[in-house]
């Protein structure tokens, strides 16, 4: 069994976490911490964990983390970068789902995230947790950057296109759209019900941290530098997302059967029949990303529709995937359940 | 591996038996039958169950359900009494999910469901599957009559007063109120997203159908008529049920004490720590039904609060927790999923 | 033109008198005032009120509010007792929308306000804006005590039955579901979209500060003491109230006849026709209390269906129709507005 | 006064036109129809507007439409243009809210509706009601194609482009997202509010009927032929559009002057300052249309948001605006109401 342990489980990606790792046949959960709720059992706060997670929150120094076999981070940016140094030292291999190890670049990683980078010398070792794209560097990671909800909807959604030099790769669009629970258990006006429910909105369309992660990954995929515009909007529901990408065709080719070959035996990814519509239910709570590739009356401009649930591919399952990954489990243990609909 | 069928599987209780049974490690889906959909693979009607289930829907005649050990009964009122006799002579055992068998007074289902009944002889052997009251006889049972999920809602949350009577039985209260999934995949307008969205409103005061069957299955726990005013109402929401309950005190007991008590021991009834709140996301997708009991005030009226999720505890995860009884197998095979929160 | 100021208009009750008055035939808006949002034009605050609304937000000691003739208050309670001395002294009249002087045993409110009264004497000659209860005291009111948006819909639901003398009094139940906006603009998580959508919970079932309001008034119309079981719940929706109230009858009556005479004439009143099924959307945004009496089977116990806005009819609206009736306004002027469906 | 007459007034454009033509201070409302409901009170099927609106519903021929000033169609395609013969004959003016008018190419126009067109000669006369574009011709129009929900919200987006000659127009994106009663009041499954709720997808990529609509206005804005990628979206709301546009820029300009200078002026435009995120409940249940411009990173491509509520401005609320032009009205007239927020 590999030991874990969560920090920051208050959060919406730390009870996704738990939900996934405490039903997971080859998991034992050791800890995990929330210094301010430190004391309170896990399903006082989260009442859906009562009989599944016994435990209760702890402080960061009781937690014993450094006797885990991994550590997830469920935390707001800028923590895990704290903590890195010395769980590493102790042998311990870390799954970062914040931000903090996602942009080898620090530079721009400080110009984004707004704060000094705690230890540089392990962004340069963080392997980006996109499974589908660096499978095998994870295999051996000490450190795992789990992708962001809208890289991992754009770039699943982008790649075969990019790797095949097949658009315009300078002027791809992205126009995403994210349930609420994207966002975080922040108490914000704008996500309030009353504020979201019955709404739809844009949102840093000046600027958003996750277009540096998009094109740092995707230009290594390119071998080039990559152009992208992208919106994000806030949808009024819980879970869910989707990208939808545009193209400009730079040379002919079968997309369908493009997509279908680079994702050809991926578990997690379903490239759906030609003409096909996908909704953002068709993946609620499971692992999944399912996609179409469409070209509108035949024209120049390629239209890719790719959905997850933003909290578990684009997120806590990802993360469990890539742990999976780490410690030679098979890749989808734990991560088989049937999205629920309706 | 038990070998089991499904009749009709184009509607909420179809898909939700097709997410639990497509996971559940003793049962082997045999067949799942829609006489208008024949012909069309499951997973293209529910995108959600790609890579999960095979099966095509088949015409009933095609599906050899009298190979089955089990045949689920997902279909509107009225179809399962006339398939019954034919499976039950070849030796298939029947969770109905439907109505036909839940009142064991032939003469009140039919003033109910305006239908004569096709065989009525076997109506008196149908055990009714509340499975916290009659998991003796479910064991044996050739018919399972799977509980409405409004009764199973309303019974489970009274239970414990009416057998111990300390209520007044005669005039009891059950507020409920149901998430939209209740009502079926029905094209009626009141069901439209754009109708029930962002509104709410009772319906059925003059008359519902579930009142018939809480009366007899109350009754026969309380050894004596009881009595019940009962308003469902629409809530804007897929899934979930809660039923606020009212009951005037006739004798003082420890409350608390008697719930605890009734179903300790209980896999799937949580009887929350006084002064708690059940929500019903705590419950969304799994099969467990959460309660509370409040005596606002030290006065004399209880107020129960007990939640369920309408398709999993209220329909489709208690037809798999009554195959788990009738086949000897862990009652709680297949149905340990923790809700999904948010 | 009576010239009107706001006291707190960042809350949903605050921008909902703004949409009322602004559009008002009768009413000049002066000023709203908001310490911490002092300079911000409302309707960068507020978007929806650009070519509405042309004010800014000014400090109480800017707004000169003794130079307007009435003043709301749409501020949290505990705020308008600290005015309201100075504001009468100078002539203006009063109209809280808040809970300050709903109650008129001062040792009462401040048990369930846990705070001290700032002017209990003023508490004494406040009229509770019930319009359809207290019309005659309304008018010469120098402060008026709009009720709460639970006591509106509780009330108006239950006086035609509590002044007949026809029901057990001591035993009433209200069962009650609120809009999420009944909870106010506050950042609180259960508040949440990601909490509150796709969910459904009881709260305040131990004590509920619109309990001592209901019955006061309840009383008060029963010349003698209620008692009453009330369960607010937390309903998805964004605005809407609807209040299931059952009583036990003590003296066989035309219940029907009764309501439709208590409210014979009433602006905002609508009794349904027998059998009816209000919803909430009937009365979105519009200042209507919609109602339906039912006597399940005939049997002993009543229901009684009560809708409204929670923000109109419980709220903002009838503030301004306290307005019209204090300053001889046509009791309807600039509230005849349709409710908004779908 | 004006005397109108609706024909088809049980779907969504049917209610929200009673809801606005009944306050409207220049209208008296003659006669409704609706064959299948003829003889039904209109206040039975739609609550919300007892005591607005007495008539009930009438056959065509009992409602004697020619003897009205104007007709409004909220009618399926494919009604309007069967009855628009014989009313323009007898002087009677129709403002058209189907879809039977907006394409002056009959031959595209049955390639896409599928069915012959009834009176081709009258296509030709008809103007395309969108104000802010053709509001000269609206005035002496006898029969006004009012535009469909997204070539409203898209044209009145990108118009100020196309009209400067500034962008490429030969490869404009239209990413739309609509609430759910852009779809109409129609018992479809995908539209159920189980299916639709806490859901997103894309839909009619392949192929929309409202493409044509946009191309043809737009193209005759740009003097040349326009090309545009336009993928819709079904969204979990009640109603709101917002459409995302996307534009490679060919020549520079103060593209935020631009907007400001082509709608100075226009009562139903509001172009936000620089910076801004316009939400759809900005403009719920009112006729507005805001939009703001942004030029992400100072880059090459433009996106500009531009958000309406569907059955306003998007249909029956420009509908009124066209009448208003029509009879010489001023053009706000009853149609000055504050969006509902929140």
Redesign the interface.
């Given at each position: 069994m590999i030991k874990a342990g969560i920090v920051g489980g208050t959060g919406?990606t730390g009870?996704e976490l738990?939900?996934l790792l405490?039903?997971h046949p080859g998991v034992e959960l050791r800890a995990i911490t929330s210094r301010k709720e430190a004391g309170m059992p896990v399903a006082q706060m989260?009442?859906?964990?009562?009989?599944?997670v016994d435990l209760a929150f702890t402080t960061p120094e009781a937690a014993r983390l450094s006797e885990c076999d991994v550590v997830f981070f469920a935390t707001p940016n800028g923590v895990a970068m704290n903590d890195a140094r010395a769980l590493v030292a102790a042998g311990v291999r870390i799954v970062d789902i914040s931000a903090d190890f996602r942009i080898s670049d620090v530079a721009e990683w400080e110009k984004w995230y707004k704060v000094k980078h705690a230890c540089p010398e392990l962004v340069a070792e963080a392997v980006y947790g996109l499974c589908e794209v660096n499978r095998e560097q994870v295999r051996k990671a000490r450190i795992v950057a789990n992708p962001g909800c809208y890289p991992t909807a754009v770039q699943l959604g982008l790649l075969p296109l990019v790797e095949a030099g097949v658009v315009d790769i300078g002027?791809l669009?992205a126009?995403a759209?994210s349930?609420?629970?994207g966002a975080g258990?922040k108490?914000?006006?704008n996500?309030?019900?009353?504020?979201?429910?019955?709404?739809?909105?844009?949102?840093g369309?000046?600027?958003h941290r996750h277009v540096p992660e998009i094109l740092q990954h995707l230009s290594a995929a390119a071998g080039k530098r990559v152009?992208i515009?992208?919106?994000p909007?806030l949808?009024?529901?819980?879970?869910?997302m989707?990208a939808?990408l545009?193209a400009?065709i730079t040379r002919d080719a079968d997309f369908q059967g493009l997509y279908e070959k680079r994702y050809a035996g991926e578990p997690f990814i379903?490239v759906?029949p030609p003409?096909?519509?996908?909704?953002?239910?068709?993946?609620?709570?499971?692992n999944m990303c399912?996609m179409a590739v469409?070209r509108?009356?035949g024209?120049?401009?390629l239209?890719v529709?790719s959905?997850i649930d933003n909290?578990v591919k684009g997120a806590s399952g990802q993360a469990v995937q890539n742990m999976n990954i780490m410690f030679g489990l098979p890749e989808t243990l734990g991560l088989?359940?049937?999205?629920?609909?309706?």
């Open positions: 919406y009870v738990l939900r405490s039903r989260f009442p859906s964990l009562r009989r599944h002027h669009i126009d759209k349930g609420v629970s258990r108490t914000e006006t996500l309030l019900f009353s504020e979201a429910s019955d709404n739809f909105a844009a949102y369309v000046a600027g152009g515009t992208f919106v909007h949808t009024p529901m819980i879970r869910g989707q939808t545009y400009r379903d759906l003409g096909s519509l996908p909704d953002t239910r068709s993946v609620r709570a499971a399912r469409h509108p009356y024209g120049d401009t239209v529709l959905v909290l088989e359940m049937v999205a629920v609909v309706p």
